[in-house]
């Protein structure tokens, strides 16, 4: 069946101008180092040079984590994985964040932040773990100071000022110390930006001068909701009526991101407040494993959006410029392998917890309730062993 | 009649009381593309009846920003100012994001506007409890809202009843919070096609029987029937009652079935402590002692988060072999059930008759 668009709601002149043919190529304030056609541009405010090492590296990221994201798909589609929310499209916006920061900057992800968790140096076993609910805690968030995923939409845009605010009272702000001062990173989406929690982050955010960046992933969608339903100007410019700066990004340019992040984070550690960074781009792929979407959205969006692809435009530039050749993509191609053959494996390797394990962690000091609840059925289990049933 | 699943009665029963009075609305988070299945055809159910956004347009089918306290909220002023808004909130864990407006608002304006105001208002929420969603999305928030006055909780077990009970909560002038069964949104049943209502605080005896009255909640229900069926098969002659409305509550019905069986299980999804189970037993405790023939059993999850495991969550909500077990415990069988007070086998091996 071809699915209908939702005629929505008229919202009127105006709007068009900001988005209308704005809306696809994300506007004049967009900042841009790479085309989707691969060709490098100069920005004025955000501009970097960058290394060889540095674009192979940012290339083999990308290409490394949408495989794991391919990986994961596919192993919830195989029943291996509860459920999956799929980063597809937005491996520049985590790529160029992560890769931006520095080892005592702390994460607050979303459930998508699978690309960040890999610059951070989480496992991605430890992702494909939680997903298939053998543990909520599989990695040490102080050992990558990288947080474990919150799943309550924009919840962890509180969180993260609040640590920001601590980290500005420990004096880890401002110091010129390159190894001691620490920004903080909210991740969030379109959606979230609706939501209170995000809003009243950010009040805090700018009442306290707290060392955090928001980075606002805007894939465009929140589930079946386009981005119109959440804003009527483009996000970044929110900030500013909270009195901060914000700035819109091209997400699907990893340079341009890596950029920009890095900017934000260094105003951040230096102890100037808060910034907010839209980074521009596309959710490709379904809101999770459990959605839909050719039930809400045209076909003609998704391949207009194939066009900007993150990695098919780095691809070029490196080809073009001879940074790689046919070696390199044979070496990364068996490394994209290897890896998809660690995560199949391990992931199908990890056990079921214990049946006893859904009674660990909801106190630090066990209830008395609790602990007969836990005997209770204990017992139960037992009796079947007794009577041998 | 006709043969309705209970994700279509619902769907029936906000599109008729839509056509029936046009200040009924919907509004809520991906409602016009009909995500989850109760605001028009296009995938899940019902294609044949079309699409509500195009039915009655977009003032009336609404999509919010992503802000439940907001959704809510708005929808408390609307149904103030005349409305009669239906609140898709799709997970009954995103309910917490709202809590100020419903507890502070929607619950106490009537009264803290001196009876001036009016809030007729429908909540409308899933428990994807038993489907892998994770503690975030798993809840079965029934019996904080019971503590609420002002607040009334329908919990429908069948279509038949998910039609009725709906249609009852648009049409009255109380806020009402529904809370439907994930796990029963496929399960079918005759459904009569005209509009009809059924009154809140009037239990169904799901099942007739002698020796021991089950009252069961939401999807305890289809468990402790075919738990009966099993029992019966044992010669035990189980009474299945299901509350539909735990606010209010249909106390006599309890109550006078209790008497006449002299036992009670009561068979709840939610949490063990302060549970609706906590409070039906309470009730049959004061004014039904002396018809007790054994203690009361509670079959409830236990005080735990609910695991993502799958492997985990499966041994969590009552289910038939749990109920079941209650069942032969009050009647003098000596069996363990999770999970089980200390000291209640013990009182309930000797002295319980059959």
Not at chain 2, 122 to 149: C, I, K
Not at chain 2, 196 to 203: D, E, K, V
Request: aromatic share 8%.
């Amino acid at each position: 069946m071809t699915p209908t668009p939702n005629p929505g709601p008229d919202f009127g002149p105006g709007l068009a101008e900001v988005f209308g043919p704005q809306q696809q190529d994300g506007g004049p304030e967009l900042v841009q180092l790479l085309t989707p056609e691969g060709e490098r541009r100069h920005h004025d405010d955000f501009d970097l040079d960058f290394s060889a090492e540095q674009l192979r590296g940012f290339y083999r990221d990308m290409v490394l984590v949408r495989r794991l994201d391919t990986e994961a798909t596919a192993l919830q589609r195989h029943g291996e994985l509860g459920i999956w929310a799929q980063l597809l499209g937005q491996e520049a916006a985590q790529i160029g964040c992560g890769r931006a920061l520095r080892p005592q900057d702390y994460v607050f992800p979303t459930y998508r932040e699978h690309g960040v968790a890999w610059c951070k140096g989480v496992d991605p076993l430890d992702l494909l773990g939680l997903f298939r609910g053998v543990d909520h805690g599989r990695w040490d968030p102080r050992e990558n100071n990288f947080h474990l995923y919150t799943i309550v939409i924009g919840a962890q845009a509180l969180h993260a000022t609040g640590y920001a605010m601590g980290v500005q009272r420990d004096g880890a702000v401002g110091t010129g110390d390159p190894e001691r001062d620490t920004a903080v990173v909210a991740h969030f989406g379109d959606g979230a930006s609706s939501q209170g929690d995000v809003n009243e982050a950010f009040i805090f955010a700018a009442s306290y001068q707290a060392p955090v960046v928001f980075f606002c992933q805007n894939n465009q969608w929140a589930i079946s909701e386009p981005i119109e339903r959440q804003s009527r100007i483009p996000l970044y410019q929110r900030a500013l009526g909270f009195g901060f700066p914000g700035v819109r990004v091209d997400g699907n340019d990893v340079l341009a991101t890596y950029a920009v992040a890095q900017a934000a984070l260094q105003r951040a550690r230096e102890g100037s407040g808060p910034t907010l960074v839209e980074a521009y781009t596309y959710r490709m792929g379904a809101h999770t494993t459990t959605d839909d979407p050719t039930r809400y959205r045209v076909d003609d969006d998704v391949e207009h959006w194939k066009l900007k692809d993150p990695i098919a435009r780095l691809e070029v530039y490196l080809r073009r410029n001879g940074l790689i050749d046919d070696d390199f993509q044979a070496t990364l191609k068996q490394e994209a392998d290897d890896l998809g053959h660690r995560l199949r494996e391990g992931c199908k390797a990890l056990p079921d917890p214990a049946p006893s394990a859904m009674f660990d962690h909801v106190y630090a000091e066990e209830t008395p309730e609790l602990r007969a609840q836990r005997e209770g059925y204990a017992a139960y289990l037992g009796s079947f062993e007794e009577a041998g049933r | 009649m006709t043969v309705m699943s209970y994700l279509g009665a619902i769907g029936a029963a906000q599109r008729e009381a839509m056509e029936a009075d046009e200040r009924v609305v919907i509004i809520g988070e991906d409602v016009e593309a009909n995500v989850y299945g109760t605001t028009g055809g296009s995938g899940k159910s019902r294609a044949d009846k079309g699409d509500f956004l195009q039915m009655f347009g977009s003032n009336r089918i609404r999509n919010t920003p992503i802000s439940e306290e907001v959704i809510v909220g708005a929808a408390i002023g609307a149904a103030m100012t005349g409305l009669r808004p239906i609140v898709d909130l799709s997970y009954s864990s995103f309910l917490y994001m709202a809590m100020d407006q419903f507890v502070n608002q929607a619950a106490k304006n009537r009264y803290m506007f001196g009876g001036q105001a009016s809030l007729p208002v429908v909540f409308r929420s899933a428990m994807f409890y038993g489907l892998n969603t994770g503690a975030h999305h798993s809840d079965r928030p029934y019996p904080m809202f019971m503590n609420v006055p002002g607040l009334k909780i329908v919990v429908p077990s069948s279509p038949y009843d998910a039609k009725g009970l709906l249609r009852t909560a648009v049409d009255t002038d109380d806020p009402v919070l529904t809370f439907e069964a994930c796990t029963l949104w496929g399960s079918k049943g005759e459904v009569p096609e005209e509009e009809y209502s059924i009154p809140f605080g009037q239990a169904r005896t799901v099942r007739e029987g002698t020796d021991v009255t089950v009252v069961a909640i939401s999807s305890a229900v289809p468990e402790a029937v075919a738990a009966a069926e099993q029992l019966a098969e044992e010669g035990i002659s189980v009474e299945v009652i299901d509350p539909r409305t735990l606010v209010p509550l249909d106390t006599a019905a309890i109550v006078e079935s209790v008497s006449r069986t002299g036992r009670l299980v009561v068979a709840d999804p939610a949490h063990r402590t302060c549970s609706a189970a906590a409070e039906i037993s309470a009730i049959v405790a004061e004014e039904a002692f002396g018809s007790l023939l054994a203690p009361i059993v509670r079959v409830t999850t236990p005080d735990t988060q609910i695991p993502f495991s799958p492997a985990l969550e499966k041994q969590l909500y009552p289910n038939r072999s749990y109920i079941g077990d209650a069942v032969r415990r009050v009647t003098g069988e000596r069996v363990s059930v999770p999970p089980t007070p200390e000291g209640v086998d013990d009182a309930l091996s000797t002295q319980a008759p059959r």
